[in-house]
């Protein structure tokens, strides 16, 4: 597939360029997760560097202050000119000094001391827990109080203390936020930026090419040029891009037998209509030979007759079979026994065969069904039977040559069994039972009967299935319940 082909996804699943797709398409909303995942790492880093950083300039307070209050007390003056302690207190950005010293206080600076304090820290004593709430409460509230600030002078007794305002420290804070939060944004947005190539190149674009090579082939399944090219690869998307080609090839491949059979059932419809015209012609003149005297014409005359009318029967189901769905049944009440006599008579068993054809059909059992869609189901069933029996066996086999029919009804549904003691199902037909042209397994055979009994047993909302069986043989049942009765008709009725 073209590169070039290759364009954003909007939401309605084609193809568009332009923008807007951009965050409606999976990059979009990748380069947009990053982003915040990484500013939401920055600020779980925040938190506990700005306290650090809020220690660190505070002890750097503490140790400028505690180097000029050692130098003050050695001078041993009681008090320092007002001059000199404007500029320490300048110096260290304080309101006031105090050293302790073996148990006694001295203040050493001071100017606009304070009544009270905001805020008392030992620096000393501080938890980590703790100095991250003090660095986010100076942050959020600080920068107009006043604190107090303490802590030891290196490895010595002495403590240096100092009374402040939180404005400077406050201002450098703010400062060192934002600049850490132009960092955190660059580096979001350079390891966006990163992610977002690495993720285009090695997720979206394979994506995409997936998404536009289902697209290009369902638009036209049978052009073999638009099977996808699989990529080389062994990742994930590169085995789904090989099973989508591998799927492509095969659908193309059902299809296109699809077609072969559509065209072929075609062929075969048109042929057979037209066949079936010259057997009926073929049925009228051969009817005429059933008056001819000679002996010969009268032994075979019977026999072509009734291959003639199978012949016309077979084209005729196949032309049934072709349209589109077999009529909906008529059903009214139908007399079970006399519907299998006429199949037995249309099966015409001669006698030579030895074949017993055997009725155990009580004469009142009534079927609801259509009696023209029966029979067929009934005759195709002994049709096969019968075909099945005719078939040459071991010389030795002595058993009965025999079809049976019974039926029974049980409650609202009557079963069919239609029992021959042939040679069994074959293998071929057992593992095609029920499908169009595949099951059969007799010369000559369409494959076709066992399908139309399916298909009009199901139209019955019946059920047809071969029956395990003790003996030798093929055991069919059919179970074909009433319809159900409305309660307007039945009212009616009554
Ligand atoms: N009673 C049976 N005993 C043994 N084999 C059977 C029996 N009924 C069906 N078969 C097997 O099942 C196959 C499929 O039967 P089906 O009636 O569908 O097709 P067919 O008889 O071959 O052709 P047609 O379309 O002319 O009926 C048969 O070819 C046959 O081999
Ligand atoms: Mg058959």
Same mark, same amino acid.
Request: glycine share 8%.
């Given at each position: 597939?073209?590169?070039?082909?290759?364009?954003?996804?909007?939401?309605?699943?084609? @193809?568009?360029?332009?923008?807007?797709?951009?965050?409606?398409?999976?990059?979009?909303?990748?380069?947009?997760?990053?982003?915040?995942?990484?500013?939401?790492?920055?600020?779980?880093?925040?938190?506990?560097?700005?306290?650090?950083?809020?220690?660190?300039?505070?002890?750097?307070?503490?140790?400028?202050?505690?180097?000029?209050?050692?130098?003050?007390?050695?001078?041993?003056a009681s008090d320092l000119p007002r001059g000199l302690q404007d500029d320490t207190l300048v110096a260290t950005g304080t309101r006031a000094i105090v050293l302790r010293k073996d148990g006694t206080s001295r203040l050493l600076a001071a100017?606009?001391?304070?009544?009270?304090?905001?805020?008392?820290?030992?620096?000393?004593?501080?938890?980590?827990?703790?100095?991250?709430?003090?660095?986010?409460?100076?942050?959020?509230?600080?920068g107009n109080r006043i604190i107090r600030v303490y802590g030891p002078i290196g490895d010595s007794s002495m403590t240096i203390e100092l009374v402040m305002s939180d404005a400077s420290l406050r201002r450098a804070m703010l400062t060192y936020?934002?600049?850490?939060?132009?960092?955190?944004?660059?580096?979001?947005?350079?390891?966006?930026?990163?992610?977002?190539?690495?993720?285009?190149?090695?997720?979206?674009?394979?994506?995409?090419?997936?998404?536009?090579?289902?697209?290009?082939?369902?638009?036209?399944?049978?052009?073999?040029?638009?099977?996808?090219?699989?990529?080389?690869?062994?990742?994930?998307?590169?085995?789904?891009?090989?099973?989508?080609?591998?799927?492509?090839?095969?659908?193309?491949?059902?299809?296109?037998?699809?077609?072969?059979?559509?065209?072929?059932?075609?062929?075969?419809?048109?042929?057979?209509?037209?066949?079936?015209?010259?057997?009926?012609?073929?049925?009228?003149?051969?009817?005429?030979?059933?008056?001819?005297?000679?002996?010969?014409?009268?032994?075979?005359?019977?026999?072509?007759?009734?291959?003639?009318d199978r012949a016309v029967g077979y084209t005729s189901e196949v032309l049934a079979y072709g349209q589109a769905a077999e009529a909906a049944p008529r059903r009214k009440p139908v007399s079970l026994a006399a519907l299998v006599q006429e199949?037995?008579?249309?099966?015409?068993?001669?006698?030579?065969?030895?074949?017993?054809?055997?009725? @155990?059909?009580?004469?009142?059992?009534?079927?609801?069904?259509?009696?023209?869609?029966?029979?067929?189901?009934?005759?195709?069933?002994?049709?096969?039977?019968?075909?099945?029996?005719?078939?040459?066996?071991?010389?030795?086999?002595?058993?009965?040559?025999?079809?049976?029919?019974?039926?029974?009804?049980?409650?609202?549904?009557?079963?069919?069994?239609?029992?021959?003691?042939?040679?069994?199902?074959?293998?071929?037909?057992?593992?095609?039972?029920?499908?169009?042209?595949?099951?059969?397994?007799?010369?000559?055979?369409?494959?076709?009967?066992?399908?139309?009994?399916?298909?009009?047993?199901?139209?019955?909302?019946?059920?047809?299935?071969?029956?395990?069986?003790?003996?030798?043989?093929?055991?069919?049942?059919?179970?074909?319940?009433?319809?159900?009765?409305?309660?307007?008709?039945?009212?009616?009725?009554?």
């Open positions: 597939m073209p590169e070039s082909a290759v364009a954003p996804l909007a939401c309605n699943g084609r @193809l568009k360029p332009g923008l807007r797709g951009l965050f409606a398409g999976l990059s979009g909303k990748l380069l947009l997760l990053t982003v915040i995942f990484i500013m939401l790492a920055e600020v779980l880093i925040f938190v506990p560097s700005i306290s650090t950083m809020r220690l660190r300039w505070l002890q750097d307070r503490l140790n400028t202050a505690a180097a000029a209050g050692i130098v003050i007390d050695g001078l041993q100017t606009d001391m304070p009544n009270a304090v905001d805020g008392q820290y030992n620096l000393a004593e501080t938890t980590s827990w703790g100095s991250m709430c003090d660095a986010l409460g100076t942050l959020l509230f600080g936020s934002g600049n850490m939060l132009a960092v955190s944004v660059l580096i979001s947005l350079i390891t966006a930026t990163l992610i977002f190539f690495a993720i285009n190149r090695l997720l979206i674009r394979p994506i995409r090419r997936l998404t536009l090579s289902m697209q290009d082939f369902s638009e036209q399944p049978e052009d073999p040029a638009r099977i996808m090219v699989a990529e080389p690869g062994r990742d994930e998307l590169a085995l789904a891009g090989l099973h989508l080609a591998a799927m492509q090839s095969h659908l193309q491949h059902t299809l296109k037998q699809q077609k072969n059979l559509a065209d072929l059932g075609l062929a075969v419809s048109k042929i057979n209509h037209d066949m079936r015209n010259i057997l009926a012609s073929a049925q009228l003149m051969s009817d005429r030979l059933v008056d001819v005297d000679d002996p010969m014409v009268k032994r075979f005359a019977p026999k072509l007759l009734r291959t003639i199949v037995r008579e249309l099966l015409a068993i001669e006698a030579e065969t030895g074949i017993e054809f055997v009725e @155990l059909v009580s004469a009142e059992l009534v079927v609801d069904a259509d009696g023209e869609q029966l029979f067929r189901i009934v005759h195709n069933l002994c049709r096969n039977a019968h075909q099945a029996l005719l078939a040459p066996r071991p010389a030795e086999s002595s058993d009965p040559r025999r079809i049976t029919v019974s039926a029974q009804r049980i409650g609202s549904v009557v079963s069919i069994d239609i029992d021959d003691t042939g040679p069994g199902m074959p293998a071929k037909a057992r593992e095609n039972l029920f499908s169009a042209f595949k099951g059969s397994a007799r010369s000559g055979g369409t494959g076709l009967g066992l399908v139309i009994a399916r298909e009009l047993v199901l139209a019955h909302g019946g059920t047809i299935a071969l029956a395990e069986k003790p003996g030798p043989g093929t055991l069919f049942r059919i179970e074909i319940p009433d319809r159900p009765v409305s309660l307007q008709d039945y009212r009616a009725r009554a």
